[in-house]
């Protein structure tokens, strides 16, 4: 079945360092694929998308390339601020599949020290 | 504000006990979902509608019963609560086209004791 795997957290970063949070996915057809992001205490907000392939998602300056060949939709940002620190969930929704259901990663911890 | 609406918050019930979840949307979207949180387990689905009058199980729907009477509306139901059913569980919404993403709520943060 489709699924998706992301790197491990907790991951500790120094403010304006460079991120980059992996993820991988396993989907039949053409998923659509997210990231989200829950902040301490609430709920997952949408923080970027793509829809086909070589699409490139972008919002707050966080950025994430639908990768087909390697089936892979990593996130990167280029300065990370305190502000950042939050819990990064990938995620897709195949077409036709329970309501375009999300399949969702495990997510990653990002915490980012002054 | 425009959003999804989760009630309670927060929640302590017995096992045995029942209760519904609320979950309210003021966008006019046509998909609903249920989701529950667990530590390492990322999201899974247990029920999610389609439309007014149409639901249908995900996941992991055993212990947990829904309806959906209005658009505006999908209630989760716990029949009868076990310590497994501790979790923080959410509510989303999303337009028919899949690619907008799903909405979510603030969650419900559920403990059965």
């Known amino acids: 079945g489709d699924s998706v795997t992301q790197m491990e957290g907790p991951v500790t970063l120094s403010e304006e360092a460079f991120l980059t949070i992996n993820c991988t996915y396993t989907a039949t057809g053409y998923p659509s694929l997210f990231w989200y992001v829950q902040y301490p205490g609430e709920g997952l907000q949408l923080l970027l998308k793509a829809t086909k392939a070589d699409d490139k998602g972008s919002n707050k300056g966080f950025e994430a390339t639908y990768r087909k060949e390697t089936t892979s939709f990593h996130l990167e940002k280029g300065s990370v601020q305190v502000s950042d620190s939050a819990v990064y969930f990938c995620a897709l929704s195949a077409l036709g599949d329970q309501g375009g259901k999300l399949i969702f990663g495990q997510g990653t911890e990002l915490s980012v020290k002054p | 504000n425009a959003g999804v609406t989760q009630t309670p918050k927060f929640q302590v019930l017995k096992t045995g006990q029942s209760m519904t979840l609320q979950c309210a949307q003021d966008?006019?979207?046509?998909?609903m979902s249920w989701y529950r949180q667990d530590p390492g387990m990322g999201l899974r689905l247990i029920h999610y509608?389609?439309?007014?009058?149409?639901?249908d199980q995900g996941e992991v729907p055993n212990g947990y019963n829904v309806s959906r009477s209005t658009t505006e509306d999908f209630p989760l139901r716990l029949l009868s609560a076990a310590p497994s059913q501790t979790s923080v569980y959410f509510c989303?919404?999303?337009?028919?086209?899949?690619?907008?993403?799903?909405?979510f709520g603030s969650g419900t943060r559920l403990t059965v004791v």
């Open positions: 509608s389609v439309g007014a009058g149409i639901t």
């Open positions: 966008m006019n979207h046509e998909y």
């Open positions: 989303a919404s999303r337009m028919i086209e899949r690619s907008y993403g799903y909405t």
